[in-house]
């Protein structure tokens, strides 16, 4: 059995209707189950503390970007930034996932806000992902900002334009409450934009030493970290090396050797 993350039992209020059902579905199949895979120690912790399964039957196997450091090479950058219809001239902070509460959206709003009012930032702020569930919220603060015309949401992209914006990035900012995983963390550390994310559940894992961390309850306390990293040329380039270095770790030969591993425990 595959087992990502239990956002659906830690945290209920970041789920839908259907995502409340899977407790049940899992305690009926944790009956026949010998080997549970998951994709971070974090999961794993959860899954022994929370479904009271042996760690034992737990093995961990990392995701792996969709990405490789020099993707964008092999495609035709000047068509892509047309193809996009963005400035790239502006400045930019950039968050890819969802649009759904768990990824704290409204953090990255409030800190955006913050920077604009007391530190006259230029940058925009880019929002790129599909909504998903409980998202009037977010789309309530960007309206409501005093700022609201620079703060723009993309939707869906093709990987080559997502790929594009993180690579041309001044910072990722991922503030999720929680994570199984964090890939966008991974894909950004991989595509050369450097990273400030938040110091919960598996990001810590994946980041490592490559990003700053926050608390992502303190929207201050991001709002501090993204103003370091646009302040501090150094800064940022020593994050983005460190994140191509760190992003070197996570690859899918290294996921597939260690599913074997754990595939060959029930053999």
């Known amino acids: 059995m595959n087992i990502y993350d239990l956002t659906f039992q830690k945290y209920p209020e970041y789920v839908d209707s259907g995502a409340k059902k899977y407790e049940v579905q899992i305690q009926h199949n944790l009956q026949w189950t010998d080997l549970i895979l998951t994709i971070s120690e974090s999961s794993k912790k959860d899954i022994i503390e929370y479904l009271g399964v042996a760690a034992e039957k737990v093995y961990v196997t990392p995701l792996a970007s969709r990405y490789h450091h020099n993707y964008l090479y092999n495609n035709n950058l000047h068509c892509l930034e047309k193809q ?4 790239f001239n502006k400045p930019y902070l950039l968050f890819v996932s969802t649009i759904e509460p768990r990824k704290n959206i409204n953090s990255i709003i409030t800190a955006f806000n913050l920077l604009k009012q007391n530190y006259k930032i230029e940058h925009q702020l880019v929002l790129i992902g599909k909504k998903g569930w409980s998202y009037e919220p977010i ?12 703060i723009h949401h993309l939707d869906y992209l093709s990987d080559e334009l997502v790929a594009l914006f993180y690579s041309k990035a001044d910072v990722f900012v991922y503030p999720s409450h929680y994570e199984g995983f964090g890939l966008p963390v991974l894909e950004a550390m991989t595509l050369g934009a450097p990273v400030v994310s938040s110091n919960t559940s598996s990001i810590p894992e994946v980041a490592g030493d490559a990003a700053i961390l926050i608390d992502p309850q303190d929207s201050m306390q991001l ?6 990293v646009i302040s501090d040329r150094q800064l940022r380039q020593d994050l983005i090396n460190r994140g191509k270095e760190r992003a070197k770790l996570f690859t899918w030969e290294r996921t597939a050797r260690e599913t074997l591993k754990a595939y060959r425990t029930i053999i």
């Open 139 to 150: 789309f309530a603060a960007i309206e409501s900002s005093p700022w609201k015309n620079e």
């Open 223 to 228: 709002a501090e970290a993204i103003l370091k």
């Open 84 to 87: 996009s219809k963005y400035d």
